[in-house]
């Protein structure tokens, strides 16, 4: 079945690279995502990547796929206080294209120490 | 630009009470609305999604219910709360017919009492 798993909490100091991890079960998926979630807040996009592609980079974001194992990273350099909050990983599966239906993970809340 | 509403921000209502959550979504037209559960310290829950008016999908069942009577309102709705009802709900959008990045909305925070 559809399923995307997220480990739940990552704790790094203030200036380290964090990095995040998802596996997805929807090979076919088209399309991956990372959301963040301020505390109080809705979901914000932050990047997602074609499932063609490896690597995409945003400024201080590296988004890595591996198709083979399912895999999704998020890599966020140079970790802020400000980066503290929920990251979700989410998938499009097969056949969502009428829905727009994402399968999302159960979030992982990253904490900045300073 | 697109934006998105949600009303209220916070409730607070005793179990067996009505509940009516409204969604908005301006600068588009048809598109994928969405409803969305997070229970305190857990994942979303995808609750209901609708692709046009008056079309409602249910993903789990429960004693809540969805409208659209507009193209660009979405509403949730509960005839008698119940305590599990607690929770952040969420509403989103999506182009109906390309990519499915969602736009989320800020949220409604529901304590039932």
């Known amino acids: 079945g559809e399923d995307v798993e997220q480990s739940l909490f990552l704790s790094v100091r203030e200036g380290d690279s964090s990095v995040i991890n998802c596996t997805y079960t929807?090979?076919?998926?088209?399309?991956l995502y990372w959301y963040k979630q301020e505390p109080g807040a809705g979901l914000q996009l932050l990047t997602y990547?074609?499932?063609?592609?490896d690597m995409k980079q945003d400024q201080r974001l590296t988004v890595l796929l591996n198709k083979k194992d399912k895999h999704l990273s998020l890599r966020i350099a140079d970790t802020q206080t400000g980066d503290s909050a929920i990251y979700f990983c989410?998938?499009?599966?097969?056949?969502?294209?009428?829905?727009?239906?994402?399968?999302f993970g159960q979030g992982t809340t990253l904490q900045v120490k300073p | 630009s697109q934006t998105i509403h949600q009303w209220p921000a916070t409730l607070v209502q005793p179990v067996g009470s009505p509940l009516s959550l409204e969604c908005t979504v301006e600068?588009?037209?048809?598109?994928?609305l969405y409803w969305y559960r997070q229970a305190a310290g857990r994942g979303l829950q995808l609750l209901f999604y609708?692709?046009?008016?008056?079309?409602i999908s249910s993903e789990v069942p429960q004693n809540l219910s969805a409208s659209r009577p507009q193209d660009r309102q979405f509403i949730l709705s509960s005839k008698k709360l119940l305590l599990s009802d607690s929770g952040f709900y969420l509403c989103?959008?999506?182009?109906?017919?390309?990519?499915?990045?969602?736009?989320f909305g800020p949220g409604t925070r529901l304590t039932v009492l």
């Open positions: 989103a959008w999506t182009y109906g017919t390309r990519g499915n990045e969602q736009f």
């Open positions: 929807d090979s076919s998926s088209t399309y």
């Open positions: 990547i074609f499932s063609n592609m």
């Open positions: 989410a998938e499009s599966p097969i056949g969502s294209s009428n829905t727009g239906k994402l399968i």
């Open positions: 600068g588009t037209s048809n598109p994928n």
């Open positions: 609708s692709v046009g008016i008056g079309q």
